[in-house]
């Protein structure tokens, strides 16, 4: 499709405010959201938090050493809001990333699912707005706490979330529902489906995405073969040796214990990160490559979103992955492959806010 | 509507509630129990060693392994049927772009939904069965059918960009 052609068919499949247009535009929108927030996360916070762990651990065999059993339920205390802190931020990450991702899948789903068209666009804003909220909930969970909650144990940030689940859960049981009316052969109010076109982005993206994922999948076996079960076992050992060195006091030994065990949850999270972002990133190449007839861009802009996408997508893991060996010079550069996928979303994304804009012009024919 | 693009649409779908309500299962009725299990052994090793029961403390670091191995492989096997399952739907919705026979794609379809089942369901029989034969075949078959099958729609896929002669 050549830029700013309008398919016959645009008007049903991508109507001003439609089911599709706001899935389609929430779920990018999201996702680039969400890994914008894993850059930030991944610059300004992973390693200090990281630092923050072992300094909890090296007070805790201290405290071994010491013999002070009544000091350590302040450590682990103390150790327990450090892993919070960080377990938040990186859940937000990924869920405001999954989210776009159901978003785009049920952007695709549409023309199966069959139920009146507000019922859709209801169900649509039901998804986006849960899809903001819940990841802004579990962000604010750390430092929210339990503050002016009228319940002993579960805080306001967490009843945002809970909330938001709870929209998303409906979403999907409408769009469920939608699907198995469809099924039943109930699909007269159903949307046409989206316009084809076999363009070289949607071919590249299509067939590089699923590259991605297999890359992924390779990886992760031969993780599991390979390293799973020996980290496993590495940790209790360093544990134990931690142990007995405290009891020992012996000082410099447990500071080397608490640098192995640094290094070992090191090594398991860029296996783990690598293995789960090739993937995701395969994942929304091809959910991109569905939406490729909605970006109103040039072919050559087009191509260049879609290389620097792709690009960023294997720059971005294989990075990660090298940040054992090269340190933060291949954290640098995988942030540089996340903030590549962040652009080239953003311009897909204006390719479709573009799209948008001239299907809803007053003069433009599609009206 | 192919034979193919059913299979992995509804077979997704299928899997994803699957893994969704073994999810909602597991983190009502065991994720919390485990985590406490997890963070109190971790906590009574080192509380233990600090009134200088060594043996305890020991002791407590084994049930802190053998416990956080079994939750690594739960939430391992929530996670993978769900991300499957997606894959299974949204691989559906393009599968006739896959240039190979109608049967071929079925039996590529076939190969996914057997592995993306398999797979996962080996991880977890893991913690039931240790070191069984069974268990670990099952996920290494199930992971190499899902490879496979991938291997064999990116190759389809890789065929659309060959012009028609």
Redo the contacts between chains.
């Keep these: 499709m050549a830029s700013g052609e309008i398919p016959s068919t645009a008007v049903a499949t991508f109507g001003r405010m439609s089911a599709r247009r706001l899935l389609i535009l929430g779920g990018i929108a999201l996702v680039a959201g969400g890994m914008f927030l894993g850059d930030i996360f991944a610059v300004f916070f992973l390693h200090q938090n990281g630092r923050l762990q072992g300094e909890a651990l090296i007070a805790?065999?201290r405290?071994?050493a010491?013999?002070?059993?009544t000091a350590?339920?302040d450590i682990?205390a103390h150790l327990?809001g450090i892993l919070e802190d960080r377990g938040t931020k990186v859940d937000a990450h990924v869920h405001m990333i999954d989210a776009g991702?159901?978003a785009l899948?049920f952007a695709?789903?549409q023309p199966?699912v069959a139920l009146s068209a507000p019922g859709k666009k209801l169900l649509a804003v039901f998804f986006i707005t849960g899809g903001v909220l819940l990841p802004v909930g579990i962000f604010l969970i750390h430092y929210v706490g339990l503050a002016y909650s009228p319940f002993s144990v579960i805080g306001w940030a967490s009843i945002v979330a809970d909330s938001a689940g709870a929209l998303l859960v409906v979403a999907l049981l409408g769009e469920?529902w939608g699907?198995w009316n469809y099924?039943r052969g109930r699909g007269g109010t159903a949307e046409i489906d989206s316009p084809h076109e076999?363009s070289w982005s949607r071919?590249?993206l299509?067939?590089g995405g699923?590259?991605l994922?297999?890359l992924g999948?390779?990886h992760?076996?031969w993780y599991?073969a390979a390293d799973l079960y020996r980290h496993?076992e590495q940790?209790?050992t360093i544990?134990?040796v931690m142990?007995?060195e405290?009891?020992a006091k012996n000082l410099p030994g447990i500071a080397n214990q608490v640098t192995n065990l640094g290094n070992l949850a090191g090594e398991k999270a860029v296996n783990i990160a690598a293995h789960s972002h090739i993937?995701e990133f395969g994942?929304l190449a091809?959910?991109l490559?569905?939406i490729q007839p909605y970006v109103s861009l040039s072919e050559n802009w087009r191509r260049r979103w879609v290389k620097v996408l792709l690009m960023g997508s294997i720059i971005l893991p294989l990075f990660v992955l090298l940040e054992l060996k090269f340190g933060l010079v291949a954290g640098g550069i995988a942030d540089f492959g996340g903030l590549m996928v962040i652009i080239a979303l953003i311009g897909m994304l204006v390719g479709v806010l573009r799209y948008s804009g001239t299907l809803d012009a007053p003069s433009g024919d599609a009206r | 509507m192919s034979g193919a693009r059913k299979l992995l649409?509804?077979g997704g779908?299928t899997l994803a509630a699957i893994g969704m309500l073994y999810g909602l299962y597991y983190a009502v009725f065991v994720e919390h129990q485990t985590l406490d299990s997890i963070?109190g052994s971790?906590?009574a090793?080192?509380?233990h060693?600090?009134?200088?029961r060594?043996p305890e403390?020991?002791e407590a670091?084994?049930t802190?392994?053998a416990v956080?191995?079994d939750y690594?492989r739960q939430v391992d096997v929530h996670s993978h049927w769900i991300?499957l399952a997606?894959?299974m739907?949204?691989?559906g919705?393009?599968f006739d772009?896959v240039r190979f026979s109608e049967r071929i794609r079925f039996w590529i379809a076939v190969a996914f939904l057997a592995g993306s089942v398999g797979f996962p369901l080996g991880v977890i029989l893991r913690t039931v069965n240790r070191g069984g034969v069974f268990p670990s075949a099952l996920a290494v078959g199930g992971?190499a059918l899902?490879?496979m099958a991938?291997?064999a729609?990116?190759i389809g896929?890789?065929r659309?960009?060959r012009p028609k002669l």
């Design positions: 805790a065999t405290a071994v010491a013999q002070n059993p350590m339920k682990f327990g991702y159901l899948l695709l789903l199966f469920a699907l099924a076999n071919r590249i299509l067939s699923t590259v994922v297999l999948f390779l992760g076996a599991a496993e940790e209790a544990l134990h142990i007995d405290a009891a993937i994942l091809i959910l490559s569905f | 649409i509804f779908v963070g971790l906590d090793s080192f509380v060693a600090a009134e200088g060594l403390a020991h670091i084994d802190y392994a956080k191995y690594v991300g997606m894959l739907i949204v691989l919705v393009a772009r992971s899902v490879i991938l291997l729609a990116a896929f890789a659309q960009m």
